[in-house]
């Protein structure tokens, strides 16, 4: 019966008590915890414009994106994990020790206190951010990806999350064709982890 599904754990270990129609339960029972990584471009001069006039920058849309996600994970799925990097700014912070990369906030569980910093980060004038952060620094692709998959491997268990990275950025060409090898490289490492890596391009006003 349908309404078994949820209370059915018991079997979902043993694939000989599964029949065919039963695969949509047993494939939910077995579903993975979600880890997204929100990985935000601060690399080109354009990172802290408005993309629209009197609207928000990249890393303003991107930072507000990831409290939306927070507010909905915290209610809806405690259990995932969401992590916040940003790249192309003064500092490091990250477990590579990369120039430029600073994680924001450690892949970890969602709460109250993470949304509120995440809503204090997303409401800096540009100015704020870019004294509190700096951007406008070149970091070559290669080092953010390296820098998420050891992000994901030192903070998630492969058989029980689906690592994500959303990349926001207004950069339309994020890497030339000299570091395009070697982000390639780093790319394909992290997607052997499993990682889905979507990218989010945020273009500016008047420009296609």
Partial sequence: GGGAAGSNFGS???PLLDGEEEDPDAKEELQLRDAVLFVIDCA???ALSPLRP????????????A??????????APDDKVGVALYGVREKHNPNSFEGIRVLQELDRPSAPRIKQLELEAARTKEQFAERYGF?????????????TTIFNLSVNPKQFQPRVFLFTCNDAPCD?????????????????GAIVEFFPLAMAGRA
């Fill in 12 to 14: 979902a270990g043993d």
């Fill in 44 to 46: 080109s001069p354009e």
């Fill in 54 to 65: 009197n609207g928000r920058s990249v890393v303003a849309e991107a930072l507000v994106a």
């Fill in 67 to 76: 409290v939306s996600v927070l507010k909905t994970k915290v209610l809806t």
């Fill in 136 to 148: 406008n620094q070149r970091v070559p692709l290669s080092d953010v990806f390296w820098t998420c």
């Fill in 177 to 193: 064709g000299q570091e395009a090898d070697a982000a390639e490289t780093r790319a394909r490492d992290l997607m052997d982890l």
